[in-house]
DNA sequence: AAGCACATGTAACAGGTTACATGATTTC
DNA sequence: GAAATCATGTAACCTGTTACATGTGCTT
């Protein structure tokens, strides 16, 4: 069974911090927790529609200056326990885990042997840039703090999420320069 | 721009290696590249009616034993024109790498602190399996051949997936084992 | 003859992206 | 006053999953 509405369950779970209006939860998206689930504005508003009518949510306006309304939402009761049962959940197996680079490697043997370095190094750029964006923002929260036993619950749920991401960037570098060079001289043959 | 037609081009790449019939794309999505994309039966052959629409593909019958049809299907020169310059293309982002896990450990404050270790062990015990499935294709197919210098350009496609998608595990038991200690230990204080 | 793998298809629904549409507030 | 950001929403379309539906061929 595939994991159903996770946006769902991404959605409760960032109001279980705090409240949040439809823009703050797009917002939280394009920071940490966004390497591992995103979604566009048009999704979210609709999914936040639907937890309106399930009762999972509730809602209150809030005034910016003059008279632009924030939607502001939170928990209820309802929503608490759907978050809690859902984070307690076994996985029964690891969904695949989609990669459109890796899938184009696969085909390799159609790409002319002149091409692949570039396309290499454009991968590598990408994943360059990523990761000092992640090793930023490592900095920025955690840079003092080098020893994870001290964060508090909330702060630790972040460390673990951004040192994942920045574990899986380093990852997949160390195997594009790897794998560049086993290209290299299997070219050269 | 988010990747379109993933699967268009999945499809073209498995048939630029040979025909196929709609199962045996089928399968080979339970095998390595199931590591990087995958498609049911159900939408496979849709889009398989697809691409004989746009003259991507065509079909011929086989028959097996006495009745039983399978539809083959070849590229076209179109298919292959249009496979080319897919492979050739430059990523301008990485997309998100949804993972559901580290989605819930985010919101780890919400999780008790006693189920927090059994929901890393059946995770680890998830990925364990996985990497043992890998470990063991890689032994069918590379396992004397310690040189990859030595593979042909359409084995080393498969070379190269299978130990990405290998790392890509180790490197996520290693981020399981590292946190769950952390974890562990943070509960103590 | 039973069970499993081979083989193909459709329908309903769920999840996600792009484009369209509008207006307020802040910053320079 | 222009531009960027804040803020919310809908419509059309594309992608992907689950369930339904049917039949053949091989192995034991």
Known sequence: MAQRRVLKYAILGLLSK????GYDI???????IGQFWSAKHSQIYLELKKLLTED??????????????????????????????WLLAFEDHVQTEKDVFALRLYFLKDIPLEEIPSLFENQLRLRNE???FLNDQYAVYFGEENNPI???KEELGHFLVLT??????ENYIDWLTTSLEIVKQNGRK
Chains 1, 2 share one sequence.
Request: net charge positive; charged share 35%.
């Open 56 to 85: 999972s949510i509730s809602q209150y306006i809030e005034i910016s200056g003059v008279k632009l309304e924030r939607k502001m939402y939170t928990l209820t009761s309802k929503g608490k326990e759907d978050l809690k049962s």
């Open 130 to 132: 990523k990761l000092a």
């Open 150 to 152: 001290d964060l508090n």
């Open 164 to 169: 994942k991401a920045i574990a899986r960037e």
């Open 26 to 32: 797009t917002s939280e998206f394009k920071k940490a």
């Open 18 to 21: 705090q409240d949040m209006s």
